[in-house]
């Protein structure tokens, strides 16, 4: 099956996608997305997971800052998520019971 479109056509899905250009993380995100995976795979055990650590420490994130997609994170919600995620590690030292 060939689609044939019009000139006009043609120059609306052009300017179409580039509207849809492709989204960047924010340089910061990638950094604390980095230190988040390195803390679960060190702290990874039989009962917790790397997975469920993972995906209990973005959840918090998105309650906090309120985004549905980790990955766009931007600006201050970044600097929040840190606040999360520092905050998360430092309860895990201070009332956890258990050792790694």
Excluded at 11 to 39: A, G
Excluded at 54 to 64: D, E, M, P, S, T
Aim: hydrophobic share 35%.
């Amino acid at each position: 099956m060939r689609v044939e479109m019009t000139a006009k056509e043609f120059s609306e899905y052009t300017e179409y996608l580039n509207s849809k250009q492709r989204h960047t993380c924010d340089p910061n995100w990638l950094v604390l997305h980095k230190e988040i995976s390195d803390y679960c795979h060190r702290h990874a055990t039989w009962r917790r997971s790397f997975s469920t650590q993972q995906g209990f420490i973005y959840g918090a994130i998105r309650l906090v800052t309120g985004v549905n997609q980790i990955d766009s994170l931007q600006g201050h919600q970044v600097a929040t998520a840190r606040a999360v995620f520092d905050g998360l590690v430092d309860w895990r030292e201070r009332f956890s019971d258990e050792s790694d």
